[in-house]
């Protein structure tokens, strides 16, 4: 008899490591978006080389296929798992007073999740996919090379306010996904000690409010600075 | 009827062992194809049936509620006795066996005690090793705590909530045995009847609380372990769901039942509040170590209890009992509070309460300590009664708490019906008059672990070629159908008052004249008054509902039948026992500062009933408790 | 004692088998001393003169320990009292002309038998799956044969206070039987007498807890904040542990 990997505590764990994967490489992430504070050519150069790194280095592949493959299983599992949940009570409650026990995050994490992915689609299409496959317009270097300018693509979307709010109200899903993950992450994977729980609880719900804060001071820099 | 209570020859001390190791076998091969029914998962069921089907019994077990593990064992507060001597204070299993002797006023039976005692050291080791949590020292050993006026620290105890983690281990035993296949539990099933073949109790009546069905089921043997009837009193502290139905219609077979009107009224409870209320909650007897109990010294004085200046309080145990005070035992405090209440000076809405007060004890040990050693037990009366122990007095009074009275059983634990047992509260046998406090726990559990298994197999022996039998026999027949027949009436009588109602009322008459004290002349009464109430429930009462779905008013209708013939054979024992002993006080006997006197020359003997038919007096048996190793000696506590 | 009077939305259902509907009642004849199942008493004294069939709860012991009863009251199980269960729930926390929803525990794991009353076997299944100590009557070294840390022998009790009552299940918005199922299995890893299963066992509870059908838990903590006995979703932690290196090591 193993049902480990059928059962909902592996499942479970899944969900937890990669969406802690996930966190941490938003922190990388983060560390990358903000050379887009440095302003002038200087920047430009510095951010558009970052890029140009990122998109051939062979063990950053690695890293992204690795996001990639946690932000998949994540959704995958996590989405299973809520549906899974939803039939486990096939009748709901005529009045529910959810929120005077639990959290609004922790209630609606799924929610949070999907416009997190949409988001994601939204930020890949307007990034990723023009780096990759786009028509993009080049930085020309002082030893004469070129390199795609996604500086400029950068900057240039965060002229629109619409997108620049998206943005925004994206970062605030965020920060209530990881204000109630983070924390639960680590109680799956059973490292929220009872002795620790005060600082975790501190580490985690900064966490959850500093990633999400930083990324969103960029475009709000950026099209501040543009005005 | 004879009553022979197949006590072993020889010592006391020796009669177990000698026993055990003479009784015949039956062998693991016979096992298998031997069929035993268990009713009730309390305690004494569910230990009895985990060990049997442990030993290779097929066994069948049932309980009324959802699940095995809330019988009305789980409520059980204070703690368990056991002769270990861990802390070594002189206990042993003779000074266990005496206080037990003694504590029941004299009216039990002395090899069964001593039984008792020699057994509960390995009950304490048997819990342990399931994973139950007693509570423990530093250093890691088990703790003990004095209980009860003994002079000794015997008693275990897992917070205020022993019963609840002996009975969930148990359960646990259980329920491995329902994993295995030896044990097959019928939850929401509630006997009726108990099915006879050629004299021996050969089976049971069933019905599905959900569905209404009847079943048949065969059983080599039958235990009954249903438990306590004391919601004969309507208001008691025992579930509500406790009743004496299994018991009762044993009886009606042709069980004796023995001292039914032996019932224990603990003094510390929460009271009463008004005519809607449903139970009563015991508030625990250590309260009396630091409160005072007193009532006003001025009839009707309604002031709030901190504006009745010292002077005008009667601290009457005090008064009454200098040498023990407020530290009398229950039956004692009962009464004096009831003796209090009946002159007027009764306190609260109803005036059926007194003051255990802690003012004294605040200022004297400092509120902290009273918190660190009553704290849960005031938030428990804080949530229920709205009042704030620490600044003014608690209201309480005395309420029933546990029935000494039950099915006659010999050293065996058989009944009079062959092959029908009876263990835990339902049974009769260990505490007499008067039950010590942590004594019961201890019994059922001695009973279910570690006495029937043995003495069963003694009757089994002789069985192992009967063949399980055809539920279509007629004896089934005829039990399913009078079950039925009564189930038809209750549903169709159209009446007109609810079941509530009518248990309201005997419970009224049984406190009244068969509570904390009897005579002669109200209890001839209330046999008249209680037989009328009965016609008259059968004539009016009214059970909403259907045979076919879950019905609790149906159910409750056919318990509460059954409390009004036991109610009858109550008023019946009080009135012929004229003596007053533990729980039992006839006012026509008492010393001349009103205390219980005993009649050893006339009534050292368990009143033993047999069902004659409804409407016919039962026929009394005495079977004589011969004290051998410890003399009768009159209690006092002044 | 104030006089109340109440309006009662209650959860009627016939059997598992039928639909069931919302009932709207009025009770005048209570009082703030009531306990909450003595409430519903007078409504079903009310309803049995009225010829019509009483409402169906569980209800045993009425001292908040046998765990029987179990009704969501104005959507919190047990109802707004923290650490309390239903029938220790007293009407002086309702105000006179008060409306009061009353309904079952929900879950696919507890179907409603009828009205409020909801089968909890699934939680017996459980416990036989692999909830106790092996050890046959008789076999029991001495009691203090093996000592136990006071702390560990109070964490361990912390964890079986349990009542088995369900409201775990009814607060969880995925209806998951964590909390009860981590307790049981805390209790006895916790103890030596529990190591020897300690591995087996807390596999097979933990697959029949997902066969029976209870969602995975999601840490929101309602489970704890609504349990009458404040059961810490610590255990869940351990119970995650434990179940996680007990399949790792084979
Ligand atoms: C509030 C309270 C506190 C107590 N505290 C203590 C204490 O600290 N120490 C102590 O030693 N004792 C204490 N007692 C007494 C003790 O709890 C009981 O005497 C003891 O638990 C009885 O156990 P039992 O197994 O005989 O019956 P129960 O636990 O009452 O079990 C009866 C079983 O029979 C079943 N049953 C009954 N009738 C039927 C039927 N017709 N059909 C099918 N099944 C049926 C029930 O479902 C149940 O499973 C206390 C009692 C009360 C009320
Ligand atoms: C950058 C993106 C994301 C990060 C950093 C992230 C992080 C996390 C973390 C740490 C958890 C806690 C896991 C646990 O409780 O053990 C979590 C839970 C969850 N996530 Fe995400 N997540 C991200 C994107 C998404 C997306 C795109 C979805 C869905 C479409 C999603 C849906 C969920 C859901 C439903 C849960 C709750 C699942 C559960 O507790 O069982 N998340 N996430
Ligand atoms: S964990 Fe709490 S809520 Fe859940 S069953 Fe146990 S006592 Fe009830
Ligand atoms: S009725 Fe027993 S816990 Fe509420």
């Known amino acids: 008899m193993n049902n480990y990997f059928t059962s909902t505590i592996f499942r479970k764990i899944l969900a937890a490591l990669s969406g802690l994967f996930l966190t941490f490489f938003l922190l990388g992430h983060l560390a990358g978006n903000l050379q887009l504070f440095i302003s002038g050519v200087e920047g430009q150069t510095q951010f558009n080389k970052y890029a140009l790194f990122m998109t051939t280095n062979p063990v950053v592949k690695l890293l992204s296929i690795l996001t990639y493959a946690s932000i998949l299983l994540h959704v995958v599992l996590t989405l299973y798992l809520a549906f899974k949940s939803r039939q486990a009570r096939p009748i709901g409650y005529a009045v529910s007073s959810g929120n005077s026990n639990s959290s609004w995050s922790s209630n609606n994490m799924a929610i949070l999740g999907t416009f997190l992915l949409l988001f994601i689609i939204v930020h890949m299409r307007s990034f990723w996919y023009e780096m990759h496959f786009g028509e993009m317009p080049y930085q020309y270097l002082d030893d004469g090379t070129k390199i795609k300018d996604l500086y400029l693509i950068t900057t240039s979307a965060f002229n629109n306010p619409l997108y620049t709010l998206f943005y925004i109200l994206s970062m605030i899903a965020l920060a209530l996904h990881l204000k109630h993950g983070v924390g639960s992450a680590v109680q799956t994977i059973g490292l929220k000690l009872p002795n620790y729980e005060k600082p975790l609880k501190y580490i985690a719900e900064s966490v959850a409010l500093i990633i999400p804060a930083t990324f969103a001071s960029i475009p709000i820099y950026l099209y501040i600075k543009n005005l | ?638 | 004692m104030t006089d109340l009077q109440l309006t009662l939305n209650i959860w009627r259902q016939r059997s598992s088998s039928e639909s069931g509907k919302f009932e709207s009642y009025e009770v005048d004849n209570l009082n703030t001393h009531m306990s909450f199942l003595e409430m519903l008493d007078v409504l079903n004294e009310n309803l049995v003169e009225e010829n019509k069939e009483p409402v169906a709860f569980d209800h045993d012991c009425r001292e908040g320990i046998c765990g029987m009863c179990s009704m969501v009251i104005n959507g919190r199980p047990h109802g707004p009292m923290k650490g309390t269960t239903t029938c220790q729930l007293h009407m002086r926390h309702f105000k006179n002309g008060d409306t009061i929803t009353i309904e079952p525990w929900r879950a696919k794991a507890f179907p409603v038998v009828k009205d409020l009353v909801v089968d909890r076997s699934s939680f017996d299944r459980i416990i036989q799956s692999g909830g106790y100590v092996s050890v046959n009557t008789g076999s029991a070294p001495d009691g203090n044969a093996i000592p136990i840390p006071k702390s560990i022998a109070e964490e361990a009790f912390d964890a079986a206070a349990c009542i088995g009552c369900g409201a775990c299940v009814a607060s969880c918005k995925n209806a998951s039987a964590s909390l009860f199922v981590s307790a049981k299995i805390s209790q006895l890893s916790l103890l030596p007498q529990g190591q020897p299963e300690k591995n087996e066992r807390v596999k097979k509870m933990v697959a029949q807890m997902d066969e029976e059908g209870f969602g995975h838990c999601t840490n929101t903590g309602a489970c704890q904040a609504e349990c009458p006995k404040e059961i810490s979703v610590d255990y869940i932690r351990k119970m995650n542990v434990d179940y996680n290196l007990s399949n790792i090591k084979g």
């Not at chain 2, 002993?581 to 009143?607: I, K, V």
């Open chain 2, 1 to 638: 009827m004879i009553l022979d209570s197949k006590v072993p020859e020889g010592p006391l001390e020796s009669k177990w062992t000698n026993y055990k190791s003479s009784v015949p076998l039956v062998s693991p091969a016979n096992k298998r194809r031997i069929e035993v029914i268990v009713v009730g998962t309390g305690l004494a069921g569910a230990s009895a049936a985990a060990s049997m089907a442990e030993m290779g019994y097929k066994v069948k077990s049932f309980c009324f509620q959802d699940s095995p593990r809330r019988a009305h064992s789980i409520a059980a507060q204070g703690g368990i006795n056991a002769a270990k001597n861990y802390q070594n204070d002189g206990d042993s299993v003779y000074r266990l066996f005496y206080d037990t002797i003694k504590g029941g006023d004299y009216r039990s039976r002395e090899a069964n005690v001593y039984r008792l005692a020699e057994v509960s050291a390995s009950i304490i080791d048997q819990c342990v090793a399931q994973g139950v949590p007693f509570a423990r020292e530093y250093g890691g050993t088990l703790d003990n705590r004095s209980f009860g006026g003994v002079q000794v620290s015997r008693t275990f105890y897992a917070r205020g909530q022993t019963g609840q983690q002996l009975l969930l281990g148990a359960y646990s035993a259980l329920s491995r045995q329902i994993s295995k296949g030896n044990i097959t539990m019928y939850n929401r099933h509630e006997m009726v009847d108990i099915v006879k073949i050629d004299g021996k109790a050969r089976g049971v009546i069933v019905r599905n609380l959900l569905t209404g069905e009847f079943s048949r089921h065969f059983g080599h043997a039958v235990v009954l372990a249903t438990g306590g009837y004391g919601n004969v009193y309507y208001l008691s502290t025992n579930a509500m769901g406790s009743n004496v139905t299994a018991a009762w219609k044993a009886y009606k077979q042709g069980a004796a039942f023995s001292n039914p009107c032996f019932t224990q009224i603990h003094p510390t409870c929460i009271p009463v509040s008004g005519d809607y209320q449903s139970k009563l909650t015991l508030m625990s007897e250590s309260l009396r170590n630091d409160g005072r109990i007193w009532v006003p010294k001025n009839k009707g004085d309604n002031r709030k209890p901190s504006q009745i200046p010292e002077d005008e309080r009667d601290y009457y145990l005090e008064r009454r009992y200098p040498a023990f005070g407020n530290l009398v035992p229950r039956d004692v405090a009962s009464r004096a509070a009831k003796e209090r209440c009946d002159e007027g000076f009764g306190v609260g809405d109803t005036g059926l309460a007194v003051y255990l007060d802690f003012e004294d004890a605040i200022k004297r040990l400092g509120k902290e300590t009273v918190s660190a050693r009553y704290g849960n037990l005031f938030a428990m009366y804080d949530k229920i009664t709205g009042d704030d122990p620490y600044t003014t007095p608690m209201r309480i009074f005395p309420a029933v708490h546990y029935t000494m009275g039950g099915l006659w059983v010999d050293y065996d634990l058989m009944t009079t019906v062959p092959g029908l047992y009876a263990i835990g509260e339902c049974n009769f046998s260990d505490h007499g008059a008067n039950r010590l406090g942590a004594s019961a726990l201890m019994q059922g559990l001695a009973d279910g672990y570690f006495v029937l298994p043995y003495t069963i197999g003694k009757y089994l022996s002789e069985d192992i070629r009967t063949e399980p039998m055809d539920t279509a026999h007629e004896a089934f027949d005829t039990a399913e159908k009078k079950a039925l027949e009564r189930t038809k009436i209750l549903l169709q009588n159209n009446g007109s008052r609810s079941v509530e109602s009518f248990h309201r009322d005997l419970g009224k008459i049984v406190w009244d004249y068969c509570g904390m004290s009897r005579n002669q002349k109200s209890l001839n009464e209330a046999i008249l008054s209680i037989q009328s109430l009965r016609e008259e429930f059968w004539k009016h009462v009214k059970v909403p509902g259907d045979d076919k779905t879950y019905n609790p008013e149906l159910d409750k209708a056919g318990r509460v039948a059954d409390f009004f013939e036991l109610g009858e054979l109550m008023m019946r024992d009080a009135l012929e026992r004229e003596e007053s002993c533990g729980g039992h006080f006839r006012e026509e006997y008492q010393t001349q500062e009103g205390e219980a006197l005993r009649d050893d020359e006339n009534y050292t003997f368990a009143s033993t009933w047999e069902f004659k038919g409804i409407d016919k007096p039962p026929t009394l048996h005495k079977e004589d408790l011969n004290f051998e190793t410890v003399a009768p000696t009159q209690r006092s506590y002044k």
